[in-house]
C-alpha cells in the first residue's frame, strides 16, 4: 500500500515539474516575443492605409473543420511610406472579413528599412504573440505550482487521490493506532 502512495506521490511530482518545464519555456518566448515587439513599436512608424481585398489561405490540415471552410480571410492593405514607397501588408489574424470592408482606412505601422514586413496597428495584431504565450504561461505555471499542494493535508503530506483508500495518505497506512 505504501508502494501505491510513493508512486502517486513521485506521479505528482513528475508532473508538477514538467508544466513547471513547459512554463519555463513558454515564459522565454514570452518575454522574447515581447521584446522583440517592443522594438518594433519603438523603431516603426505610423502610416494609413487602404482595405484593397483579402487573400483566403487554404488550412492545412482540412480534418480540422469538416464540412466547413478549409481556410481564413486575411485582410490585405495598401499604404504609403513617408518616403512615398508604396507597400502592402497581409493581417496575421484569419479575421479581416468579418473586421474590415473593401476601402476601409486602417493604421499600419512599419519599419522605414523595411516596409514589407508591416503590421496593421492594431491590439491583437501587434501583441498577438506575447499575449497568447503569456497566457499560456500563467495556466502551466500555476497547475505545476498548484498541483502538488491540492494533494496535501494541512501538515504537508500528500494525500492519496484514491477516493477507494483514502487513508493512505496520512502517513499512518498500515500501523496500527496504540491503545491507551
Known amino acids: 500500500m505504501l508502494k501505491a ?3 502517486t506521490t513521485k506521479t505528482l511530482g513528475v508532473f508538477a515539474t514538467l508544466f513547471r518545464t513547459v512554463a519555463l519555456v513558454l515564459l522565454a ?3 522574447i516575443s515581447g521584446i522583440v515587439t517592443l522594438h518594433f513599436l519603438l523603431s516603426s512608424e505610423t502610416a494609413v492605409g ?3 481585398g483579402f487573400e483566403e489561405v487554404t488550412n492545412p ?3 480540422v473543420n469538416p464540412g466547413g471552410t ?4 486575411y485582410v490585405v492593405v495598401e ?3 513617408a518616403d512615398a514607397e508604396r507597400a502592402s501588408v497581409q493581417g496575421r489574424s484569419g479575421r479581416g472579413a468579418a ?8 493604421p499600419v505601422r512599419y519599419r522605414p528599412s523595411r516596409p514589407d514586413r508591416a503590421r496593421i496597428d492594431s491590439f491583437m495584431e501587434i501583441w498577438a504573440t506575447p499575449v497568447i504565450f503569456g497566457g499560456l504561461f500563467v495556466v502551466f505555471a500555476v497547475i505545476g505550482i498548484i498541483a502538488p499542494y491540492a494533494f496535501a493535508d494541512n501538515r504537508g503530506n500528500r494525500r492519496s487521490v484514491s477516493p477507494v483508500w483514502p487513508e493512505r495518505g496520512d502517513g499512518r497506512a498500515g500501523k496500527k493506532e496504540e491503545e491507551t
Open 99 to 106: 473586421q474590415f470592408d473593401i476601402g476601409d482606412t486602417v
Open 50 to 52: 487602404r482595405v484593397t
Open 70 to 73: 478549409n481556410g481564413f480571410e
Open 79 to 81: 499604404f504609403e511610406t
Open 61 to 63: 490540415a482540412p480534418l
Open 5 to 7: 502512495l510513493e508512486n
Open 29 to 31: 518566448i514570452t518575454l
